[in-house]
């Protein structure tokens, strides 16, 4: 077998995976690449300690392969302290298939990227994420059984985003209580942005509460769509983090939360549905902290999709996933407690509560 070699200057572009700053000893990636589809994607596995990996597929335009795998390992990452803190029997694992949805994805490509996932053998389960739907879900499941997130029609638990949209909501309200001494949104001003499938239906949810909706989205369409469907208004200013709002609520990609948006950032509170918000845990954490502004960790508020999908591997009703969602209110409200208690970020009091559980059930499987 002949060795492949590489130039020295490709080497320093690759660079050593396990040395990659968002490597935090998963367990396993596998590169999915197939010719005749085009099928490009990578699949993380970060912990499966408390169970099998189950997160979902994103299909993203990504600038690069690089690009995509620091998202998949951020996200699979993000997953396993999502399924610890909701109390689920679930590891953590992430999908992305490199390409745009709307143009190239296809039954084919569904079908092929399913096979991957069955090649692992139950060791991690997929579901609906960016760039997907229901209907994808369900081509794959032609293919394997390690699918969450299937049609209702075929005895599965449906689309997960109004569910993750719901607890964002219990998110936002223990958020003000907390923060104000009062859920009441009436009149309270928020700005979602991102308005997709769990944007959009946190929107509804806020609209109905009485609060005043701003929304901002890459994709002019969806702005429109929403705005006239729920009276949003759309935001059309030059800088969107000055905006005189109350609470901030990022519902599309990550690392939203950084050192140039908190300084200019208005809000007495963050809560929203994207994940890894923060661009920087600790640093941006305790920034944040130290201005006063109230941060509900994304993957303890947006846990409401993995809660709804779960009910297909562990085998309870909608109205138990509605229970357990709801739930997120009161958790929301003790991390607060525990934040102030020992003095340490909103993000690393929830972050320290999905440890222990996951070393606690290490503990046991060792016995």
């Known amino acids: 077998m002949n060795a492949e070699i590489f130039t020295s200057e490709q080497m320093k572009k690759m660079g050593p995976i396990f040395n990659h700053f968002s490597f935090d ?12 589809t085009g099928l490009k994607a990578i699949i993380g596995i970060h912990n499966t300690v408390l169970g099998p990996a189950l997160g ?31 109390g ?11 390409g745009d949805a709307k143009k190239q994805k296809n039954d084919k490509l569904m079908k092929r990227f399913a096979s991957f996932v069955h090649s692992l053998s139950g060791k991690y389960i997929t579901a609906e994420d960016i760039g997907m739907e229901t209907r994808d879900m369900d081509i ?11 049609s209702e029609s075929l005895g599965g638990s449906g689309n997960p985003s109004p569910v993750t949209a719901y607890g964002v909501f219990m998110g936002i309200k223990a958020s003000c209580n907390y923060k104000y001494g009062s859920d009441n949104l009436e009149g309270k001003k928020v700005w979602v942005q991102g308005v997709g499938n769990v ?11 009485g609060a005043q909706v701003f929304i901002t989205d890459i994709f002019e369409d969806k702005l429109i769509k929403v705005s006239n469907k729920y009276g949003a208004t759309i935001y059309k200013g030059l800088d969107v983090f000055n905006q005189n709002v109350d609470i901030y609520a990022p519902c599309a990609l990550g690392a939203t939360i950084n050192e140039y948006s908190i300084s200019k950032l208005k809000a007495s509170i963050i809560a929203g549905g994207a994940n890894n918000q923060l661009e920087d845990e600790d640093k ?5 902290k130290e201005k006063g502004i109230i941060y509900a960790p994304d993957f303890l508020i947006n846990a409401g999709g993995i809660i709804n999908v779960n009910a297909e591997v562990a085998g309870y009703d909608r109205a138990e996933s509605i229970r357990r969602t709801e739930n997120i209110y009161n958790t929301t409200l003790e991390i607060f407690k525990l934040s102030d208690t020992e003095g340490i970020t909103t993000h690393q009091a929830a972050l320290n509560i999905a440890l222990k559980r996951i070393e606690n059930r290490r503990k046991e499987n060792l016995k």
Not at 25 to 36: K, L, M, Y
């Open 199 to 209: 944007g959009e239906s946190l929107v509804e949810h806020l609209t109905n509460a």
């Open 140 to 150: 794959m499941k032609e293919v394997t059984p390690y699918v969450s997130g299937i």
């Open 88 to 98: 689920l029997d679930l590891g953590g694992g992430k999908a992305v298939i490199i």
């Open 56 to 86: 979902g597929t994103r299909m993203w335009n990504y600038q690069n392969e690089w690009e995509a795998l620091y998202d998949v390992l951020r996200l699979s990452r993000g997953m396993t302290f999502k399924s610890a803190v909701a």
């Open 284 to 288: 941006h954490g305790k920034l944040l």
């Open 25 to 36: 000893n998963h367990e396993q990636i596998v590169f999915c690449n197939d010719e005749d």
